[in-house]
């Protein structure tokens, strides 16, 4: 359940600009999907999460999208700030009752 | 409030030489827990999991094994480190949802291990 083998995909955008992370989920049994931030040399922090009875969930300052009709889930963040530079995971639950799923992972520069 | 703690943050070991680290976590009972690798700039594989005392599932196949002595405590083991263990070690901890599902993890704050 881990994308291990694949270079981070970069994400740049404006300070103050809203920021859109994409993951294409795998699993169709998935039903859980949750996002994560990892600033640098840090463990990944729990931004948010979702279950699939829900297309849309907010938090402070960021929301979650879910469509499940082409597995895509999304994580926007309003009014990007320096302090959003990181790297963002998705993960999703599929058949498992104790893995998590990785997507491979989003590293997110903002520009002043 | 529920807290994990792992360590040491930073370890630097010859080829060849032992290997534990030591994850506990507090405020919580009967955690999944489950160790991490993560290579610089590349996502997360997983390595181990524990789902209760003594009970470690492993997931890739090396040099590296996990034991549970106690409810809240996971250690990472090996007897001789390959230059190829190197990396950012994560520990982390999951509740459970009704039904047994897993929940959403939280990490430790990670070690990074350079086997020179």
């Known amino acids: 359940g881990e994308s291990v083998g694949l270079h981070l995909p970069t994400l740049s955008v404006q300070e103050g600009d809203n920021s859109i992370i994409n993951c294409a989920y795998s699993n169709s049994a998935s039903d859980y999907f949750i996002w994560y931030k990892q600033e640098s040399g840090k463990g990944p922090q729990f931004i948010i999460d979702?279950?699939?009875n829900m297309d849309k969930r907010q938090g402070q300052r960021v929301t979650v999208l879910l469509n499940k009709t082409v597995k895509h889930l999304s994580l926007q963040i309003a009014a990007t700030q320096p302090g959003d530079s990181a790297v963002y995971f998705c993960a999703e639950n599929g058949d498992s009752n104790y893995q998590l799923i990785w997507g491979a992972g989003t590293k997110l520069i903002i520009k002043p | 409030s529920q807290t994990i703690h792992q360590w040491p943050a930073t370890l630097v070991q010859p080829v060849g030489s032992p290997l534990s680290l030591e994850c506990t976590v507090e405020g919580t009972s009967n955690p999944n827990l489950y160790w991490y690798r993560q290579a610089a700039g590349r996502g997360l594989q997983l390595l181990f999991y524990?789902?209760?005392?003594?009970?470690i599932s492993s997931e890739v196949p090396q040099n590296l094994s996990a034991s549970r002595p106690q409810d809240r405590q996971f250690i990472l083991s090996s007897k001789k480190l390959l230059l190829s263990d190197s990396g950012f070690y994560l520990c982390a901890w999951s509740g459970r949802r009704s039904g047994g599902l897993i929940e959403k993890l939280f990490f430790g704050s990670g070690t990074q291990l350079s086997v020179l």
């Open positions: 979702i279950r699939s």
């Open positions: 524990s789902v209760g005392i003594g009970q």
